[in-house]
């Protein structure tokens, strides 16, 4: 892909306080129908949803409790859009059973009609591990693991077959199988072991949020490791932008956000493809649903052909 591609980060679905806006508390089922579509028709390449089973009281007034299931939100959107694509960003794939988490997403892609992005992550919270039984500590091997065990069940054989130290299956068909040939998966997270999981287990890097000075440098240790192992084929490099507001807000939108005419933050967001990015994740502020998705479609219509 020649110009850099847009996606977005559903609100409402997930509503820690470090990203919700206000109106978000009293949102539902059809403010995320109605972005979704904005988002459909504007041209993005992707909606996402995140993942957490529970959050414990001592994180429940940060992060809130409010975390929509990724599998069923995306379902659920898949059914009222047309061509955008549906990323879990990111799923905790280690909390589950790997042939769970392949017959839920598979039906996804089936469902879709070949839509599905899986973004994965190791996780932060160790209570949600230590009640499902999975060992937080050792969760960065159990994500390795876990992606290799979802290559396999993901993959085109009816019958999938692995073979580790945590999962060991075969002669379990599962039907229907993902409608595309192979399913992306992408890696989250900033830290060493999440862009070295990233190069050498993955075909795409979702960072955390890294402040823009930062990236090269993860994008260039991402390439010498694939180099260093040989690996070919295409790789994605994602971003998260500052938050967005497309013209003047008139209102205190904070002083990290990108504010501006179309052409001011098309040249502002380019500098992302010049270090080698491909995707841009992108956040715009606003005050309700409708400033929103007027948001959506203005960057579509205006600053996405610019890009």
């Not at 955390?208 to 260039?220: C, H, K, N, T």
């Not at 080698?276 to 956040?283: F, Y």
């Amino acid at each position: 892909m020649s110009g850099l591609a847009y996606g977005i980060q559903l609100p409402v679905q997930s509503q820690s306080t470090i990203y919700a806006e206000p109106w978000e508390a009293d949102a539902g089922p059809a403010d995320l129908v109605a972005i979704a579509r904005a988002a459909d028709r504007s041209g993005f390449d992707y909606i996402a949803g995140c993942d957490h089973v529970g959050v414990p009281r001592r994180l429940a007034a940060a992060m809130s409790t409010i975390w929509y299931d990724p599998v069923a939100t995306l379902a659920f959107l898949a059914g009222v859009t047309e061509r955008v694509r549906l990323l879990s960003h990111v799923a905790v794939v280690g909390l589950r059973h790997p042939l769970i988490t392949a017959k839920q997403y598979a039906t996804l892609d089936h469902l879709s009609g070949g839509r599905l992005l899986l973004g994965v992550g190791a996780g932060h919270v160790r209570e949600e591990f230590e009640a499902l039984g999975v060992d937080f500590d050792r969760r960065g091997p159990v994500l390795d693991e876990t992606i290799d065990a979802l290559r396999a069940a993901l993959g085109p054989d009816e019958f999938p077959e692995h073979h580790g130290k945590l999962y060991d299956f075969e002669g379990l068909g599962q039907r229907p199988r993902p409608a595309q040939q192979h399913v992306p998966i992408w890696v989250g997270g900033s830290s060493p072991a999440a862009v070295r999981r990233a190069a050498l287990k993955a075909d795409g890097w979702l960072p955390q949020g890294d402040p823009r000075d930062q990236l090269p440098a993860q994008i260039e240790r991402i390439r010498r490791l694939r180099e260093e192992a040989a690996l070919q084929g295409p790789f994605m490099f994602g971003a998260i932008t500052e938050p967005l507001y497309v013209g003047d807000p008139g209102w205190e939108v904070g002083r990290r956000t990108l504010t501006g005419t179309p052409e001011a933050l098309a040249e502002s967001l380019r500098a992302y493809r010049a270090m080698g990015v491909d995707r841009i994740q992108v956040r715009f502020r606003c005050r309700d649903r409708a400033e929103l998705t007027d948001q959506i479609s203005e960057f579509g219509t205006e600053v996405g052909p610019l890009l």
